[in-house]
């Protein structure tokens, strides 16, 4: 059973433009949310986090969302680079488990010139 | 800090041998976690240890894996015997984690495994 589903393997946008990546969770245990970002060869690096008790959080070009009742996230880019191109993933957390999330299994996003 | 460091970076062996791959946690991180991604199988969550503690290993796939984790600052992930099956990127990652916070994971640069 996969708690933390990314339904979209792949999206592209053109630079400048939003990209908008979702998410979508089962456990309602969940309180805590991570996107991280992968470019090929390396390990995947942090990105955003957002708290079950907030329904938004920003930094920079980055905002999450979060709407608890339909237990979907989702992630905006405003304007998309093209060195935003990597494979992000989103991720879930409960606070009581030593800091083990369940992770998506990842959108490819590809930002055109 | 020089973040998670994994060794060896890719590993080329043949099925039966025994594969180590070895993690360096981020000094300071009490939480270690091994993962492995696969394109079928995407990132699957292996083991994690708090405090040097193997907490949850319900994501080994099978008793040819072992992890240990004997101090704070090193950690191992055996395979043996290793099979083709087994061939994937093994990533390493490392928290330092509160309760109520400390939920970023920091992953390594992965280990790139072929099995022959």
């Known amino acids: 059973d996969q708690q933390v589903k990314q339904n979209s393997p792949s999206l592209s946008v053109q630079e400048g433009r939003i990209s908008i990546l979702n998410c979508d969770y089962t456990n309602s245990m969940f309180d805590y949310f991570l996107w991280y970002k992968k470019y090929p060869a390396e390990g995947p690096t942090f990105l955003i986090s957002i708290s079950s008790i907030k329904d938004k959080n920003e930094d920079g070009r980055f905002t999450v969302f979060l709407n608890k009742s339909a237990k979907h996230l989702s992630l905006h880019i405003v304007p998309s680079q093209p060195g935003d191109s990597a494979v992000y993933f989103c991720a879930a957390s409960i606070n009581t488990n030593a800091g083990k999330s369940t992770f998506g299994d990842g959108t490819t996003l590809t930002v055109k010139p | 800090d020089a973040g998670v460091i994994q060794s060896p970076r890719h590993e080329v062996t043949e099925m039966g041998q025994e594969v180590t791959l070895r993690c360096k946690p981020i000094s300071g991180h009490n939480s270690l976690f091994w993962y492995r991604q696969t394109m079928m199988r995407g990132l699957e969550l292996l083991i994690y240890f708090n405090n040097n503690v193997p907490i949850d290993d319900s994501g080994m796939p099978e008793d040819r894996f072992s992890a240990k984790m004997p101090n704070a600052s090193f950690s191992t992930l055996k395979i043996q015997p290793s099979e083709p099956r087994d061939s994937a990127v093994y990533f390493c990652?490392?928290?330092?984690?509160?309760?109520?916070?400390?939920?970023?994971?920091?992953f390594g640069p992965g280990t790139r495994l072929l099995v022959l």
């Open positions: 990652a490392s928290s330092l984690y509160t309760s109520g916070s400390g939920k970023t994971q920091y």
